[in-house]
Structures are given as structure tokens and as C-alpha cells.
């Protein structure tokens, strides 16, 4: 495996856009809120929403319902398609605008998939598409939406500001309107006026609570329309699925292959090599049998030092590829023979009632393997632990060391292979390692029961 230890993290806070950093601010976040960008952004994309939205809502409704009313002719069919692929159009500029004002990165959805060239056979996979169903939902959704967050935005937004700045322009009423300031009451006998410096103090606090409130207002409204982006305009979670399943059966393939490359170079380096040189030892002891006995005796008793270093390979080859100790009497015992072999005291604590099911049980044993061979080849640890559990239906290893830390994922790193490999069986590899110690790696694999033995 490639060194991992040593090798520290790469951290990179952000504020939700695109190599952005986090800075330490002195004015807590809800009075800088109101001037940050992120507020305006978010203000622009409500603002920006009713438009576009009435432009969705229009272009969806008018195609829609013209292709419905021409389905009694062949004419509705391209309709109806065009007015989805245009959906799907809207959508994409959907997700750019997202991308840009609220910093949400959403995949596009699963491509259209034309088995054949022509028209008819794009209408055909335009109608199929989910993707395109949603878009044209998305367009229905998002106008009664656009026009509560408009109003509800709008009207927060102006209340707020023109209630913190009235001591500035309080005094247009006197001078322009021929009143004391704004009316708060009034009657045919008795009027309220903000007009003397207590109210217009009073009234320019109650606008500072507005203010500030008003940008996580505006937020929450937002939350609802990154959830319809995210949830209408991106691929479906079955897609998602199918993909990420795609990814780690490609992981597991290429797993497999470089196993099957390393134990033939192992053998062919190996344990082949060494037999083919006892081979030819004893086919040379043979010809010296009846010239030289004493030869022949001594180059018998050197082939037979051979075999037995050749057993020894084979059986760490085997070991290797998934060791006896691990079918007959489980993980307990197959991590306390890998334990006693680690450079370091280990102290193995495993605590399941059964046993997983083999494949499952066979990656937590080589999982372990693997992480005690860093501890032993890099950590310069004095002491490490292995720990096992069962919970719920997850399955959890932990291995801790008190070495020099500083181990990570970080790309091209032994570390990083295993955590492809567990991410294939949808499990989890959680490296917690500081400069300067100790590290604690924690894999979490799902539970599949052994039900056949």
C-alpha cells in the first residue's frame, strides 16, 4: 500500500459557492446578514422567480394544452413533445440560475435515450423521459410559489428598510403632505402621528428588527425553491441509484482484476519460481544418486528446506487470498491471527452475537488487515486497538493507534483504495487522524446475515 501517514488534510471551508473561504467576522451573522451578498443573491433569485415563472407557467400551459386538444390528430404528438423538450430547456436555465444565485449545485438529469435516429423516435424518448414530466411539473409548481415569495419578500424587504431609515425622510410629511409624519391611528376626532423623537426612534427599531429578520425570511423562501430545483430538475433518485451502482461494480471489477494480477505475480515470483528450482535440484540430485550419494543426500535435504519455504508462501498466498481461520471460527479469531502478526501490541475486542454473511465478513477481515499493515509500515505507534460491533443493521470496525497521525483519504493513498472498496458494498470509511496523533479509522459495512453456511 502507498504511504499514507504523513499525509495531512486539505481543508476548504465554504459559504456554499465555489472557492469561496470561510473569514472570521467581529459583527455576528444576523446583523451582517442584511448587506451580505449571499441576501442580495437570494433576494435577486425571488424577485427574478415571478417572471420567469409566469414565463414557465404560460409556455407549459399553452403547449400543453394545445397538443392535448390535437392528440384527435397526429399533430398533438410533436406538440406535446415540444413542449416538454422545451421544458427541459427552462429546466436547464433553472439550474444555471440556482447555480449562480443560490449557490446550489444540482446534476443534470438522465439524458434522453434515442434507440434510433428520426423524429419519431426522439418524440418517442422525449415522452418517456421522467426528467421531462418533471420539468413540465416544476413549470406548474413554481408559479403560485414565485408569486407567495415575491409578495411575502417584497413586502418584509420594503416594510423593514423604510422603517429603519424614517428618521431621514420623516420629514416629506410635514413639508410635502401637510401632516405631522406617518398616520399610525385616526379617526374624525383624534389622529396618531410619528412624529415625535420617541415614536420616530421607536418605529426605527421596530424597522431594525425587520431588517434583520428579513434576509432569513427571504432564505427560508429560497429553501422551498432549491428543494423544487433539487427535487423536479435534477435526476431521479432511482438514476442516481442505477449510476452509483454502475460506479462500484466498475470499483469491484477493477478490485477483482488487480487481485487476480497480484496473487499471479505472486506465484509466478513466488512459489512457482521456488518449485521450479526444486524441480531441477532434485533432478540433479538424481544423476548424482549412484556417482555421489553424499552429494546427492546433501542436495536432497537443501529441496527439502525448499518445499517447506514453497508450503510457507502457498499457505501465505492462501491466507491471503481469504484465510481458512476466517470460514471455520469467524472474525474473532482471524483478527487475532492478523493482530499477532502487527509489529505492535494489538488489543481485538469483537462483540457479535452471529456472524455476517461471507462476502461481508470477508471485507471487514481484510479491511482490518489492511489498516493494521499502515500501523505496522507507518504509524510508529507503541500500541493499537481493534474493535468490532454490530448496530443495528450496519456492521463497525474501528482500529486506533496512538502513532504520529496525519493519515488520509486524499487521492492516490492506500487509504483512499479502501475506501473505493468499501463504498462499493455501500459502506463507509471515516479517517480521524491529527498531526501528531492518535488516529482512529472507523468502517461501517452493512449487515447481511450468514443464512447459508
Same mark, same amino acid.
Given at each position: 500500500?502507498?504511504?499514507?501517514?504523513g499525509?495531512?488534510y486539505?481543508?476548504?471551508?465554504?459559504?456554499?459557492?465555489?472557492?469561496s473561504?470561510?473569514?472570521?467576522?467581529r459583527l455576528?451573522?444576523?446583523l451582517?446578514?442584511?448587506?451580505?451578498?449571499?441576501?442580495?443573491?437570494?433576494?435577486?433569485?425571488?424577485l427574478?422567480?415571478?417572471?420567469?415563472s409566469?414565463?414557465?407557467?404560460?409556455y407549459a400551459?399553452?403547449?400543453?394544452s394545445?397538443?392535448? #386538444?390535437?392528440?384527435?390528430t397526429?399533430?398533438?404528438?410533436?406538440?406535446?413533445?415540444?413542449a416538454?423538450?422545451g421544458?427541459?430547456?427552462? *429546466?436547464?436555465?433553472?439550474?444555471?440560475?440556482?447555480?449562480?444565485?443560490? =449557490?446550489?449545485?444540482?446534476?443534470?438529469?438522465?439524458?434522453?435515450?434515442v434507440r434510433?435516429?428520426?423524429?419519431?423516435?426522439?418524440? =418517442?424518448?422525449?415522452?418517456?423521459s #421522467?426528467?421531462?414530466?418533471?420539468?413540465?411539473?416544476?413549470?406548474?409548481?413554481?408559479?403560485p410559489?414565485?408569486?407567495?415569495?415575491?409578495? +411575502?419578500?417584497?413586502?418584509?424587504w420594503?416594510?423593514?428598510w423604510?422603517?429603519?431609515t424614517?428618521?431621514?425622510?420623516?420629514? +416629506?410629511?410635514?413639508?410635502?403632505?401637510?401632516?405631522d409624519?406617518?398616520?399610525?391611528?385616526?379617526?374624525e376626532?383624534?389622529?396618531?402621528?410619528?412624529?415625535?423623537p420617541?415614536e420616530?426612534?421607536?418605529?426605527?427599531?421596530?424597522?431594525l428588527?425587520?431588517?434583520?429578520?428579513?434576509?432569513?425570511?427571504v432564505?427560508?423562501?429560497?429553501?422551498v425553491?432549491?428543494?423544487?430545483?433539487?427535487?423536479l430538475? =435534477?435526476?431521479?433518485?432511482?438514476?442516481?441509484?442505477?449510476?452509483?451502482?454502475?460506479?462500484?461494480?466498475?470499483v469491484?471489477?477493477?478490485?477483482?482484476?488487480?487481485?487476480?494480477?497480484r496473487?499471479?505475480?505472486?506465484?509466478?515470483?513466488g512459489?512457482?519460481?521456488?518449485?521450479?528450482?526444486?524441480?531441477?535440484d532434485?533432478g540433479l540430485?538424481k544423476?548424482?544418486?549412484?556417482?555421489d550419494p553424499?552429494?546427492?543426500?546433501?542436495?536432497?535435504?537443501?529441496?527439502?528446506?525448499? +518445499?517447506?519455504?514453497?508450503?510457507?508462501e502457498?499457505?501465505?498466498?492462501?491466507?491471503?487470498?481469504?484465510?481458512?481461520?476466517l470460514?471455520?471460527?469467524?472474525?474473532?479469531?482471524a483478527?487475532s491471527?492478523?493482530?499477532?502478526?502487527?509489529?505492535?501490541p494489538?488489543?481485538?475486542?469483537?462483540?457479535l452475537?452471529?456472524?455476517?454473511?461471507?462476502?461481508?465478513? *470477508?471485507i471487514?477481515?481484510?479491511t482490518?488487515?489492511?489498516?493494521?499493515?499502515?500501523?505496522?509500515?507507518?504509524?510508529?505507534?507503541?500500541w493499537? #486497538?481493534v474493535e468490532?460491533?454490530?448496530?443495528?443493521?450496519?456492521?463497525?470496525l474501528?482500529?486506533?493507534?496512538? =502513532?504520529?497521525?496525519?493519515?488520509?483519504?486524499?487521492q492516490?493513498?492506500?487509504?483512499a483504495?479502501?475506501?473505493?472498496?468499501l463504498?462499493?458494498?455501500d459502506?463507509?470509511?471515516?479517517?480521524?487522524?491529527?498531526?501528531?496523533?492518535?488516529?482512529?479509522?472507523?468502517?461501517?459495512?452493512?449487515?447481511?446475515?450468514?443464512?447459508?453456511?
Amino acid at each position: 500500500m502507498a504511504t499514507e501517514y504523513g499525509q495531512g488534510y486539505g481543508l476548504d471551508s465554504g459559504s456554499g459557492f465555489p472557492g469561496s473561504t470561510e473569514r472570521r467576522h467581529r459583527l455576528p451573522a444576523a446583523l451582517r446578514a442584511p448587506v451580505e451578498g449571499r441576501t442580495w443573491r437570494e433576494l435577486a433569485h425571488v424577485l427574478l422567480s415571478l417572471p420567469i415563472s409566469i414565463l414557465l407557467f404560460t409556455y407549459a400551459v399553452t403547449m400543453v394544452s394545445l397538443g392535448a #386538444g390535437l392528440l384527435v390528430t397526429f399533430l398533438g404528438i410533436p406538440v406535446l413533445a415540444a413542449a416538454l423538450a422545451g421544458c427541459r430547456g427552462f *429546466g436547464a436555465m433553472e439550474r444555471t440560475r440556482a447555480r449562480a444565485l443560490l =449557490g446550489l449545485e444540482v446534476a443534470e438529469p438522465e439524458p434522453l435515450r434515442v434507440r434510433k435516429a428520426g423524429a419519431l423516435a426522439w418524440m =418517442g424518448a422525449v415522452l418517456k423521459s #421522467g426528467a421531462s414530466w418533471r420539468a413540465l411539473l416544476y413549470a406548474v409548481l413554481q408559479l403560485p410559489w414565485a408569486v407567495f415569495s415575491f409578495v +411575502v419578500a417584497v413586502n418584509v424587504w420594503v416594510l423593514g428598510w423604510a422603517l429603519l431609515t424614517y428618521p431621514l425622510w420623516f420629514w +416629506v410629511f410635514p413639508m410635502y403632505a401637510g401632516q405631522d409624519g406617518v398616520q399610525l391611528y385616526g379617526d374624525e376626532a383624534y389622529r396618531i402621528y410619528l412624529d415625535n423623537p420617541f415614536e420616530i426612534t421607536v418605529t426605527a427599531l421596530v424597522g431594525l428588527l425587520f431588517t434583520i429578520a428579513t434576509p432569513w425570511i427571504v432564505r427560508a423562501l429560497t429553501m422551498v425553491d432549491r428543494l423544487l430545483v433539487h427535487g423536479l430538475l =435534477g435526476p431521479s433518485r432511482l438514476v442516481s441509484r442505477v449510476v452509483e451502482l454502475e460506479s462500484d461494480r466498475g470499483v469491484v471489477v477493477d478490485t477483482a482484476a488487480a487481485d487476480l494480477r497480484r496473487i499471479e505475480r505472486d506465484l509466478h515470483d513466488g512459489a512457482q519460481a521456488r518449485l521450479v528450482a526444486l524441480a531441477m535440484d532434485l533432478g540433479l540430485a538424481k544423476e548424482k544418486l549412484h556417482e555421489d550419494p553424499e552429494t546427492a543426500a546433501r542436495m536432497v535435504d537443501e529441496a527439502h528446506g525448499e +518445499v517447506k519455504t514453497a508450503l510457507q508462501e502457498l499457505r501465505d498466498l492462501a491466507r491471503g487470498i481469504h484465510p481458512a481461520v476466517l470460514t471455520d471460527r469467524g472474525l474473532d479469531a482471524a483478527l487475532s491471527s492478523v493482530a499477532s502478526r502487527c509489529t505492535v501490541p494489538v488489543r481485538v475486542e469483537v462483540d457479535l452475537a452471529e456472524r455476517p454473511a461471507p462476502a461481508i465478513e *470477508g471485507i471487514a477481515y481484510f479491511t482490518v488487515s489492511e489498516l493494521l499493515q499502515n500501523v505496522s509500515k507507518h504509524a510508529r505507534a507503541t500500541w493499537a #486497538g481493534v474493535e468490532v460491533w454490530r448496530t443495528e443493521n450496519r456492521l463497525m470496525l474501528q482500529v486506533v493507534d496512538n =502513532g504520529v497521525g496525519g493519515a488520509g483519504t486524499a487521492q492516490g493513498s492506500g487509504l483512499a483504495g479502501l475506501a473505493e472498496r468499501l463504498d462499493a458494498v455501500d459502506g463507509v470509511l471515516v479517517v480521524d487522524s491529527p498531526a501528531g496523533g492518535p488516529t482512529r479509522v472507523t468502517a461501517e459495512l452493512p449487515w447481511r446475515g450468514a443464512h447459508v453456511r
